[in-house]
């Protein structure tokens, strides 16, 4: 399998996020990516490679041109008036208020963001720019015959709408990747998201399409972020109607429960006759992730690796959450060596 990779998640390093009242140590780090690569190559898993440049049209296929300058220009807008320390959002436009995007920079941050766990950094427009050329890297690789391909992503993306950001996402790379898929010629694409929490983005992407059939496995919206989007009943709109497929569970399901919800996953993945799966890949399942509550333990990866796996069809993985660092590594390697039947 080929891993694609960039050093340059390493640019975005925000100093801390809001939690509890109190800045402390962001959760989603650099360490992240280093222990995954680390974890690839001790496995010799396969090549790992540097991203293509695709440019913009790619991004442009999922989010808006202002969307991506106000990521791009932020934070030379920001050093401008002399600030060093991170910009973080602080007002957003919630209800009763009007959706316009403001002309001043923190009215805009909180125009483009739904939350305050998206701050701007000076590397945060090239560490998201070259994650989403890493997923597109990977995703070239299944268009060109390959049976799978890894996207190891930083920052995340899952949470990232049109243009929203959140919850550590900036662009969405998986839905950037379906895209690709889509415009060179697959008809029927299929996004599985594993992650501890609810991919909003992907499902606010897609939910009036046919194309895309986005399922997800996530902690139940009402007791877990990101609390808006991701109960049962949300199933599609208009042409999307029947194709979006939310199975939220509660807190605390081990594998038993959890690969239960998979199962109905994969077989509405089969009924559905992708041509492509883009999984996102979060490993914050596991039983001792510090911001998810779920009981996954790491043997339970290699099995959900090979359930992926008897669906035969190319698979695209692309990294999201998980911030167990120590384990992340073993973990989201355990899906792909799951998947290779090593």
Request: a negative charge; charged letters at 20%.
């Amino acid at each position: 399998m080929l891993i694609f990779y960039s050093d340059d998640h390493r640019l975005h390093h925000a100093r801390g996020e809001l939690l509890k009242g109190e800045l402390q140590p962001c959760f989603e780090m650099p360490a992240r990516a280093d222990h995954v690569l680390q974890r690839v190559r001790e496995r010799a898993l396969g090549e790992v490679r540097a991203p293509l440049d695709f440019g913009r049209s790619a991004l442009l296929r999922i989010h808006p041109e202002p969307y991506l300058d106000f990521i791009a220009n932020a934070w030379s807008r920001w050093a401008a008036q002399g600030n060093r320390a991170d910009l973080l959002p602080s007002v957003w436009p919630a209800r009763g208020l009007r959706g316009i995007c403001p002309e001043d920079l923190l009215g805009a941050h909180g125009y483009y963001s739904f939350d305050s766990f998206a701050p701007i950094t000076a590397g945060t427009w090239q560490a998201v720019y070259s994650a989403a050329q890493v997923a597109l890297s990977a995703q070239q690789q299944l268009a060109q015959g390959a049976s799978a391909a890894f996207a190891l992503c930083r920052p995340p993306g899952h949470h990232a709408g049109a243009d929203v950001m959140g919850g550590y996402c900036y662009l969405n790379n998986a839905a950037i990747s379906a895209q690709a898929c889509l415009d060179q010629g697959a008809k029927r694409v299929a996004i599985l998201d594993v992650d501890y929490h609810h991919g909003n983005g992907t499902q606010a992407i897609f939910y009036a399409r046919d194309d895309v059939l986005v399922t997800s496995l996530h902690g139940d919206p009402r007791a877990e972020y990101p609390y808006f989007l991701g109960y049962a009943d949300e199933t599609g709109e208009g042409p999307g109607q029947g194709y979006n497929l939310n199975l939220p569970l509660p807190a605390g399901s081990a594998w038993d429960a959890w690969s239960a919800a998979l199962e109905t996953a994969c077989q509405r993945i089969a009924a559905y006759g992708a041509e492509v799966i883009v999984v996102s890949l979060g490993v914050d399942t596991y039983k001792d992730d510090p911001i998810s509550r779920f009981k996954l333990d790491s043997p339970d990866y290699l099995r959900m690796g090979e359930r992926i796996a008897r669906l035969g069809t190319p698979t695209l993985f692309v990294m999201e959450g998980g911030y167990a660092v120590a384990q992340i590594g073993i973990n989201a390697v355990n899906v792909l060596e799951g998947f290779q039947g090593i």
